[in-house]
């Protein structure tokens, strides 16, 4: 009625036709809703008491549907993604920071390469490492230029310090930045046991460009050698030269093939692994 007060309710036949009876005298009007569709209300009229009324042209258009769409910077993406990927530890304690279990994950700018190589290679049990490696090397008196006892040993350990820093930060953040590329081993997780290894090993030679793009991995290669060159500086003289850099690239091309190995087949020993990889 005028007032707003709903008289009748009623649903229609299956032809949409419909009926009130016993309807007092008064002003009306008609509101036809069904699901999927924008109401129809009529024009206002007046009915006198025992009058015949007919509705005509009643017609219910689509509703018009709202979307929000929500539009993100890819670094805030990225900057979720790589938070979950610091707490990423194998059996609870080794890091396992580059490994990425979202097939499509946000690229890295320049300012989140270098911290994310900063908060993996200053990583206590990295520093653990390095003091393990030296003390190894202690044992078997690699390096004899670096003599024995105490100063032999901070020797050794000052120099596998500078080989890991330098590595991580030519290898992960220097060459990925000046080459537009992603430091992080993508997990593949499906296919056979043989697709999975060779996705691991080929995973050291090809990455994915900033663009998603497949590439060669310049960025670890030349990174490998570059901080191989560095440990001229450094080494005993009688240990310095190109076979030091060569056999120190390779020792890290070897790392780094075994490092994606463990990768791909440790998802079960990783903690707070999101999503499922390919």
Known sequence: MRDGTQL???????????SFTKIPPGSYLVTVSAKGFAPFTSPEFDL???????????????????????????DLIAAEQIKVEEKQRLIGVIPNFYTSYIHDA???????KFSLATRGTFDPVALIGVGIAAGMEQATNAY???????????KRYAARFVDGRSSDFLTH??????????PRYYYQ???SVKSRLLHAVSSAFLTRNDNGRRAPNYSYLLGNMCA????????????????????????????????NILREFSKRLTTNVPGDGR
């Open 228 to 259: 191989g060159a560095l440990s001229n500086l450094y080494y005993p003289k009688a240990n310095r030269g190109p076979n030091l850099v060569f056999t120190d690239a390779a020792i890290g091309l070897a790392g780094r093939i075994g490092g």
């Open 48 to 74: 006198a008491e025992q009058q015949t009324y007919e509705v005509l042209n009643v017609s219910l258009s689509v509703a018009t549907a709202n979307i929000e769409v929500t539009v993100r910077p890819t």
């Open 189 to 191: 997780g499906s296919g």
């Open 173 to 182: 953040a220097v060459f990925p930045t000046l080459l537009h590329q992603d």
């Open 8 to 18: 009748h309710t009623m649903v229609s036949e299956a032809s949409g036709e419909f």
């Open 106 to 112: 946000a690229s890295l700018t320049a300012k989140q």
């Open 144 to 154: 004899a230029g670096y003599g024995q006892g105490a100063a032999g040993y901070s």
